[in-house]
């Protein structure tokens, strides 16, 4: 059973430029969250991806975007990229119940170390 | 923002003591999870406590939650040299269904194992 999986692994950039990172959830799961780690900080949320959409977002300005595909997997875009957008990005899949609106376990990848030069 | 602190932010301590990490959080909660993070790596999830839950146990861990002191702890016993890694407690809130699935981190509590 798969766990989830994230690429690329690591990426350098420069300002300016864009960056996509892809990520496939854990099998039976159909919602994936987003969360950027800066160096020695706690994960802080994005935003959240369920059919399709986006359900909720953190506080990250819109250059942040995202996409969930029908096979549950998603991108996390990031435009006009800034130096303080260096971290490790991590993405989370979990089983959403609707009905009971139970927080399930969110179970991480191993992220993609985004360098910003 | 962080919603939770975990206490102490470093931890030192031989093979085979127990440790001990504390999170103290600010709102309503409807979870609170543990989680391990080895140099920079992945998160792997280790324990879920529902709010209505005081007490929980796997293994060597046992996490305790206290609503309200808002606060959880987090123990190991009998620590290994593996258990060397940053622990983090994450908070999730449901707010009426709109903030379900949010997870807010704290700073975490490095734990060093010596051998």
Known sequence: ?117 | SQQGEEDPQALSIQEGENATMNCSYKTSINNLQWYRQNSGRGLVHLILIRSNEREKHSGRLRVTLDTSKKSSSLLITASRAADTASYFCATGVHAGGTSYGKLTFGQGTILTVHP
Request: proline share 5%; aromatic share 12%.
């Open chain 1, 1 to 117: 059973d798969a766990g989830v999986t994230q690429s690329p692994t690591h990426l350098i950039k420069t300002r300016g430029q864009q960056v996509t990172l892809r990520c496939s959830p854990k099998s039976g799961h159909d919602t994936v969250s987003w969360y950027q780690q800066a160096l020695g900080q706690g994960p802080q949320f994005i935003f959240q991806y369920y059919e399709e959409e986006e359900r909720q977002r953190g506080n990250f300005p819109d250059r942040f975007s995202g996409h969930q595909f029908p096979n549950y997997s998603s991108e996390l875009n990031v435009n006009a990229l800034l130096l303080g957008d260096s971290a490790l990005y991590l993405c989370a899949s979990s089983l959403d119940r609707v009905t009971t609106r139970i927080i399930n376990e969110q179970f991480f990848g191993p992220g993609t170390r985004l360098t910003v030069l």
